[in-house]
């Protein structure tokens, strides 16, 4: 696979239908700090967030250089050296079922400036970066997105759901088992220090999630270019198991109670952990924290062991549950081959794809232990194998094992070609641990 993506050629059709409304789809040089200042403005602009502040864009040149950075550009504004629509990309590691990880194209950072909306411009840049990477070699490409009506016409699906959570620690007691690990506060430099290796291993335990990078990484820890208050209130603490061994951290703000005296509302700004040692081990210290009436936790799980840990059930809620990461798949046999599926089995699946890319007709062999190979199937479909006709939506959407086929049969986006398939799908594509991504992008 080819890795040197910042410096891949700009997609030649993309660029001639953007050419004929005079405009010009070009990678920035994120080495010339001023055409990539000009590039972060025009896409703060388009997220209609604030002119950024010189501290801010000098991180971000600092931070963000190493991914592909493309404009369009307009030469009749007043201002030409702005783009009038962005898009970022990068290969940003995802992990799928089994604890393995497959390159993924993230895309990030799409915006076109109001001035230039609903004249194709999204589209263009959007079939670029999928062309782009095609070309690259990356299986599929990954998002998460501003609005759930954009990307499904360009193949995408919501694959990881999450969930905001609220628990009422008036009724929540620690039911859960008691670890006999510590926890302990450690500085918000031990934090970037230590956290990364604990985050890289936890990591592969849920398919869904995706490289942080260092960037985002200092904005958990508050260390926030531009903003010296965001880490005051900021609280990290660590759990070691009983061999001293760091396997979780939790980072937390408390935020007083309107109109309450010494109430606190604890809210979770990021927590991890390698075992589930760690994960009682933290959530028990959070939930027993004196003085606090109530913990928030964003961009959670949708199944969270938490709820069972406690000893009233209804304390725990999801205040919302949504769609949080969308994937498409480009290369059908790369993608369905690098992950571990749940049973063994023989599944034709007709994919279709109006953009052409993942269109075709795949035997998925599945062997006993898990590891699958992909073939585009020429001759009859075997006896045995459960057959089904799929748009590449829902192919991405069923992919990481968090969505189901036999929901997406009964919406009619699956056809089982051979009654009862959708069930032998599921059966081997589910995962038992729920997908989860922690983070946006
Ligand atoms: C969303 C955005 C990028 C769309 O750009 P655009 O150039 O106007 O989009 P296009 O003209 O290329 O539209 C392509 C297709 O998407 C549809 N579309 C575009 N924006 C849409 C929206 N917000 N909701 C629903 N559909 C949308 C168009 O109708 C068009 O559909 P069609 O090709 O099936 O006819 C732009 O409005 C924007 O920058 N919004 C603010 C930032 C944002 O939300 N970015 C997305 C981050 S994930």
Do not use: C
């Amino acid at each position: 696979m080819n890795h040197n993506y910042r410096d891949a050629p700009v997609d030649t059709k993309s660029a001639e239908s953007l050419a004929t409304q005079n405009l010009t789809l070009a990678t920035v040089d994120t080495t010339d700090a001023a055409a990539f200042g000009s590039w972060l403005q025009a896409e703060s602009r388009g997220f209609h967030d604030g002119t950024v502040d010189d501290e801010m864009i000098a991180a971000w040149v600092e931070g963000l250089a190493y991914r592909r950075t493309t404009g369009v550009f307009d030469g009749t504004t007043t201002d030409t050296a702005a783009p009038v629509a962005t898009v970022s990309s990068w290969i940003a590691p995802l992990t799928v079922p089994g604890r393995r990880t497959v390159d993924a194209w993230a895309i990030s950072a799409v915006t076109v400036a109001p001035t230039h909306r609903r004249r194709g411009v999204a589209r263009d840049l959007l079939e670029s970066e999928l062309r782009t990477a095609a070309a690259l070699g990356v299986p599929l490409a990954t998002l998460t997105v501003s609005e759930a009506t954009i990307y499904g016409r360009f193949g995408f699906a919501p694959s990881v759901m999450a969930a905001d959570w609220t628990i009422n620690t008036r009724r929540a007691t620690w039911t859960g088992t008691v670890p006999h690990g510590r926890v302990q506060f450690i500085s918000i430099d031990e934090f970037l220090e230590q956290g990364p290796a604990i985050l890289e291993a936890a990591r592969l335990a849920s398919p869904g999630q995706v490289e942080p990078w260092p960037l985002l990484w200092k904005r958990i820890a508050g260390r926030v270019p531009g903003d010296k208050d965001a880490s005051k209130n900021i609280r990290v603490v660590r759990y070691d198991d009983v061999a001293g061994d760091p396997q979780g951290f939790a980072v937390y703000r408390m935020i007083e109670n309107t109109g309450e005296m010494f109430g606190f509302t604890l809210d979770v700004l990021f927590q991890t952990s390698t075992t589930d040692d760690a994960y009682a081990g933290l959530w028990r210290f959070l939930v027993e924290m004196d003085l606090t009436t109530e913990i928030t936790a964003k961009l959670r799980a949708v199944d969270e062991a938490f709820s069972w840990q406690v000893s009233d059930f209804r304390s725990a809620r999801k205040t919302t549950q949504r769609d949080h990461l969308w994937t498409r798949i480009i290369d059908v046999k790369a993608a369905l081959e690098a992950r571990d599926y749940s049973a063994h089995g023989t599944i034709v699946l007709e994919v279709a794809d109006p953009l052409g890319f993942a269109e075709g007709r795949y035997l998925l062999t599945i062997a006993d232990d898990g590891a699958a190979t992909v073939d585009l199937l020429l001759g009859d479909v075997p006896d045995d194998a459960a057959h089904v006709a799929l748009s590449v939506n829902a192919l991405s959407a069923i992919y990481l094992g968090g969505v189901s086929a036999v929901t997406l049969t009964r919406a009619g986006r699956i056809t089982e070609v051979r009654e009862g398939s959708s069930s032998a799908l599921d059966a081997s594509f589910r995962s038992a641990v729920t997908p989860w991504l922690s983070i946006w992008f």
